[in-house]
């Protein structure tokens, strides 16, 4: 059984006065790490990694480092995340 490894394609576009950057090198910049994650959020390292088993936040591993982007990280801030049933209003 062969297994085959694919990779996405990426494809760059030139703006006028825009240096060109492949789209994989400006999403490499809007990563961050979960240290980072943490000092910008207020969680603890720990728990953004908790987060991340648990699919709330949105992280890529690479090597044995976690990484995250800023939009994601403040999107789960922004969510509900009390448990229980909520109070009537």
Known sequence: MAVFLLRPLIYTLSMPNE??????EKAA???????????L???SHS????LV??????????????LTTEEAVKTYLVTDRKP???GKD
């Open 47 to 50: 728990h953004l990694r908790l």
């Open 53 to 66: 088993r648990q699919k709330k936040i949105w992280a890529i591993k690479k090597g044995r480092d976690w």
């Open 29 to 39: 910049q809007q990563l961050i790490s979960l240290a980072e994650a943490a000092e």
């Open 19 to 24: 240096p060109s950057k492949s789209a994989g």
């Open 84 to 86: 229980g049933p909520k």
């Open 41 to 43: 959020s207020g969680l």
